[in-house]
Protein backbone atom coordinates (compact mmCIF):
# COMPACT_ATOMS: atom_id res chain seq x y z
CA UNK A 1 0.00 0.00 0.00
CA UNK A 2 1.24 3.72 -0.70
CA UNK A 3 0.26 5.88 1.65
CA UNK A 4 1.45 8.74 0.44
CA UNK A 5 -0.67 8.76 -2.39
CA UNK A 6 1.03 9.57 -6.17
CA UNK A 7 4.11 10.11 -4.84
CA UNK A 8 6.95 7.33 -4.85
CA UNK A 9 9.71 5.92 -2.93
CA UNK A 10 12.21 8.61 -4.19
CA UNK A 11 9.57 11.49 -3.86
CA UNK A 12 8.50 10.01 -0.34
CA UNK A 13 12.31 9.99 0.63
CA UNK A 14 12.53 13.20 -0.41
CA UNK A 15 9.51 14.73 1.25
CA UNK A 16 11.57 13.34 5.03
CA UNK A 17 14.85 14.16 3.80
CA UNK A 18 13.21 17.85 3.56
CA UNK A 19 11.81 17.61 7.39
CA UNK A 20 14.90 15.82 8.59
CA UNK A 21 16.49 19.22 7.28
CA UNK A 22 13.52 21.65 8.06
CA UNK A 23 11.96 20.22 11.28
CA UNK A 24 14.91 18.78 12.87
CA UNK A 25 13.39 19.28 16.31
CA UNK A 26 9.82 18.08 16.25
CA UNK A 27 9.40 14.25 16.95
CA UNK A 28 8.86 12.18 14.45
CA UNK A 29 5.61 10.11 15.79
CA UNK A 30 4.17 12.86 17.32
CA UNK A 31 3.66 15.12 13.44
CA UNK A 32 1.63 12.91 10.85
CA UNK A 33 2.75 13.25 7.13
CA UNK A 34 1.30 12.89 4.16
CA UNK A 35 -2.07 13.80 5.70
CA UNK A 36 -2.12 10.74 7.13
CA UNK A 37 -4.22 10.38 10.88
CA UNK A 38 -1.75 10.61 13.61
CA UNK A 39 -2.78 7.05 14.88
CA UNK A 40 -1.74 5.55 11.48
CA UNK A 41 1.41 7.18 11.46
CA UNK A 42 2.27 6.22 14.56
CA UNK A 43 1.66 2.96 13.38
CA UNK A 44 3.96 3.23 10.46
CA UNK A 45 6.06 5.05 12.52
CA UNK A 46 6.64 1.86 15.56
CA UNK A 47 6.64 -0.80 12.09
CA UNK A 48 10.04 1.32 10.97
CA UNK A 49 11.55 0.80 14.32
CA UNK A 50 11.32 4.54 14.95
CA UNK A 51 10.64 5.04 19.48
CA UNK A 52 8.59 7.68 20.44
CA UNK A 53 10.56 10.57 21.48
CA UNK A 54 13.19 10.04 17.96
CA UNK A 55 13.46 13.54 16.07
CA UNK A 56 14.08 14.18 12.66
CA UNK A 57 17.09 15.21 13.25
CA UNK A 58 18.26 11.91 14.84
CA UNK A 59 16.90 10.08 11.86
CA UNK A 60 19.66 7.66 10.49
CA UNK A 61 19.89 6.50 6.87
CA UNK A 62 18.62 3.14 7.99
CA UNK A 63 14.96 4.59 9.85
CA UNK A 64 14.93 7.13 6.83
CA UNK A 65 14.89 4.16 4.80
CA UNK A 66 12.81 2.16 7.02
CA UNK A 67 10.13 4.39 7.38
CA UNK A 68 10.13 5.32 3.54
CA UNK A 69 9.28 2.25 2.85
CA UNK A 70 6.48 2.02 5.34
CA UNK A 71 5.01 4.74 3.59
CA UNK A 72 5.11 4.20 0.36
CA UNK A 73 5.65 -0.13 0.02
CA UNK A 74 3.51 -0.78 3.14
CA UNK A 75 2.97 -4.59 2.89
CA UNK A 76 0.76 -6.92 5.17
CA UNK A 77 -0.44 -9.98 5.78
CA UNK A 78 -3.92 -11.44 6.54
CA UNK A 79 -3.29 -14.09 9.05
CA UNK A 80 -6.57 -14.81 9.79
CA UNK A 81 -10.04 -13.34 11.70
CA UNK A 82 -10.36 -14.35 15.81
CA UNK A 83 -13.71 -15.29 16.76
CA UNK A 84 -16.91 -13.24 16.86
CA UNK A 85 -16.94 -12.61 20.31
CA UNK A 86 -13.69 -10.72 20.12
CA UNK A 87 -14.79 -8.59 17.26
CA UNK A 88 -15.24 -5.11 17.64
CA UNK A 89 -16.23 -1.91 15.26
CA UNK A 90 -13.15 0.02 14.65
CA UNK A 91 -13.38 3.81 15.20
CA UNK A 92 -11.61 6.23 12.92
CA UNK A 93 -11.10 6.11 9.40
CA UNK A 94 -11.13 7.98 5.76
CA UNK A 95 -13.33 11.05 7.07
CA UNK A 96 -16.79 10.89 5.03
CA UNK A 97 -16.24 14.01 3.40
CA UNK A 98 -13.80 12.46 1.13
CA UNK A 99 -16.11 9.58 -0.18
CA UNK A 100 -18.76 9.71 -3.32
CA UNK A 101 -21.59 8.01 -1.48
CA UNK A 102 -23.26 7.03 -4.85
CA UNK A 103 -20.16 4.85 -5.80
CA UNK A 104 -17.55 4.79 -2.59
CA UNK A 105 -15.03 5.97 -4.64
CA UNK A 106 -12.31 8.65 -2.93
CA UNK A 107 -12.91 12.12 -4.06
CA UNK A 108 -9.37 12.47 -2.77
CA UNK A 109 -7.69 9.16 -5.10
CA UNK A 110 -10.11 8.37 -8.51
CA UNK A 111 -10.73 4.79 -8.93
CA UNK A 112 -9.68 4.16 -4.91
CA UNK A 113 -13.05 2.49 -3.44
CA UNK A 114 -13.40 2.54 0.35
CA UNK A 115 -16.13 1.15 2.39
CA UNK A 116 -16.58 -0.82 5.82
CA UNK A 117 -13.88 -0.63 8.45
CA UNK A 118 -11.67 1.71 6.20
CA UNK A 119 -14.03 4.60 6.68
CA UNK A 120 -14.79 6.77 9.76
CA UNK A 121 -18.30 4.91 10.55
CA UNK A 122 -18.85 4.59 14.50
CA UNK A 123 -22.21 3.56 15.20
CA UNK A 124 -24.10 2.58 18.70
CA UNK A 125 -24.72 -1.07 17.45
CA UNK A 126 -22.75 -3.55 15.37
CA UNK A 127 -25.84 -3.95 12.99
CA UNK A 128 -25.91 -0.23 11.96
CA UNK A 129 -22.35 -0.42 10.77
CA UNK A 130 -22.41 -4.02 9.29
CA UNK A 131 -25.29 -2.47 7.10
CA UNK A 132 -22.94 0.47 6.12
CA UNK A 133 -19.97 -2.22 5.25
CA UNK A 134 -22.35 -4.35 3.44
CA UNK A 135 -24.38 -1.21 1.47
CA UNK A 136 -20.89 0.32 0.63
CA UNK A 137 -19.11 -2.65 -0.22
CA UNK A 138 -22.20 -3.18 -2.77
CA UNK A 139 -22.16 0.39 -4.40
CA UNK A 140 -18.28 0.18 -4.39
CA UNK A 141 -18.34 -3.30 -6.32
CA UNK A 142 -21.15 -1.89 -8.41
CA UNK A 143 -19.28 1.08 -9.00
CA UNK A 144 -16.10 -0.84 -10.55
CA UNK A 145 -18.07 -3.32 -12.45
CA UNK A 146 -19.27 -0.51 -14.95
CA UNK A 147 -15.86 0.89 -14.96
CA UNK A 148 -15.10 -2.57 -17.69
CA UNK A 149 -18.51 -2.21 -19.24
Known sequence: INFAGELDEQEVAAVLNALKTNAGKKSVPAHAQFGLPLRLWQHLTAAAGISEGTRWADMDKKSMAALVRQIAVAAFSITGKST????????????????????????????????????????????????????GGWLAGHAMGKIDG
Open 84 to 135: FKEEFVTAGGVSLKEINFKTFESKILPNLYLAGEVLDIDAITGGFNFQAAWT
